[in-house]
């Protein structure tokens, strides 16, 4: 649970909710009266009517900006609430960190009245489409095997959950793993490594070979000629899925 005590300590800076993922998510949880947070960070795509988040990193809470939903520390596979707590429970990026993903998942259906939406990603598609983990961090690629639940197992446990596509903008403002995909000179930044725990957690030396082989391709040009395709795009699905679930 110390994870993000280390991790999250600039993560304010570069993980800013980009809207149009957060109007994503906000339709996702429909009519919900009011919604539980978990594993809620600091507090990216909160909807007003949020009650409560639930966040173990005692770093990640004390970024949370004033006018927040309380606050309570404690972890997704125990959560400290009654049953029918909610309305509406999300669970945004965060299931890959649970010690017990199966455990979570069934805590989240038991507070939830209405409806469970998560944010995760399909690590098949993730590792074919997107061009930093294919052909540069292949150690990167190999930490997100060991780490990423399969999204049907997910929507499995949630009862039967529905699958939203989740493009990623070329200017996205969420500085996760897959944000700055046209924007490729970004992922040579410290900062911004530091805000995306599969870059953060899988090491400096691990890195540093793929990075300096990017550093080459972009100051030769190779980069821009290798992916031109990509730079007429707007958006790019690289496997990002909301589940929606019914309980």
Do not use: K
């Not at 520390?73 to 199966?102: C, K, S, Y």
């Not at 897959?178 to 911004?192: K, N």
């Not at 890195?207 to 992916?227: E, I, K, N, S, V």
């Amino acid at each position: 649970m110390a994870l993000y005590d280390t991790l999250g300590t600039t993560y304010g800076r570069t993980r800013r909710a980009d809207p149009r993922i957060a109007a994503r998510i906000h339709a996702a949880l429909g009519d919900a009266t009011d919604v539980v947070n978990v594993g809620a960070g600091t507090g990216s795509y909160e909807p007003a009517r949020t009650v409560l988040a639930v966040e173990p990193s005692r770093v990640m809470v004390a970024q949370r900006p004033p006018g927040s939903a309380p606050a309570v520390r404690a972890v997704a596979e125990r959560l400290p609430l009654r049953d029918g707590a909610a309305d509406a429970v999300m669970a945004l990026l965060t299931v890959h960190h649970w010690t017990d993903p199966a455990a979570g998942i069934a805590e989240l259906r038991r507070i939830a009245r209405r409806r469970i939406v998560v944010l995760t990603w399909d690590q098949r598609i993730f590792r074919e489409r997107f061009w930093l983990v294919r052909d540069y961090l292949p150690a990167a690629a190999a930490f997100d095997d060991s780490r990423a639940v399969p999204v049907d197992r997910l929507a499995a446990q949630l009862g039967g959950a529905r699958q939203e596509p989740v493009p990623v903008p070329h200017d996205c403002t969420d500085g996760f793993g897959a944000a700055f995909w046209r924007r490729p000179h970004a992922y040579l930044d410290p900062r911004v490594r530091a805000g995306i725990s599969l870059f953060a957690q899988t090491g400096g030396d691990a890195l540093a070979p793929g990075l300096a082989a990017l550093a080459d391709d972009l100051a030769a040009g190779r980069w821009h000629t290798r992916h031109a395709g990509l730079l007429t795009l707007d958006t790019l699905d690289v496997g990002y899925r909301l589940l929606v679930a019914d309980v």
